[in-house]
């Protein structure tokens, strides 16, 4: 891979749409070698239910809304300005409890973590309910380990 800067104007990128709302991918692995970053919007109600990463690190910062997390066992209140780092092996759920959009930016590291977003963005659109076995083996490949489902 050759060193390019990656300039994303508003509007630029590729969007898919998970859970009714937009993911924008501002950087990934065919940009970098060390992480990947994106434009996370977050319907109320939504929560990725508890879950842990062997390998990946993950980051989030607040632009917009409020959403309530839980990482390594603690509650946090997540409002704009909010910046939290999650190491490998720290247990987290990322959700939206209150009644309005929440977004966010969001890094992964490595690079990768955007082909786990286009594949379940195809599953979910697939049937409804989505196919949990497909999700869950999707997981698995892409270094997420399901701890629970519970919304909060």
Known sequence: ???KAVVRMPGEGKELSLAGKPLR???AGEDTRHTSMF??????????GRHVHRVQEETFFVLEG???WEVGGRKITATPGTYVFIPPGVPHNIGNASGKTARMIMTVSPPGHEHYFEELAKLVAQSSPPDA????????RYDTTQISNLQK
């Open 66 to 68: 409020e959403c309530e």
């Open 133 to 140: 076995a497909a999700i869950a083996e999707l997981r698995e």
């Open 1 to 3: 891979m050759s060193a």
């Open 39 to 48: 434009d996370w919007t977050l319907p109320p109600g939504f929560f990725t």
């Open 25 to 27: 991918f501002l950087v």
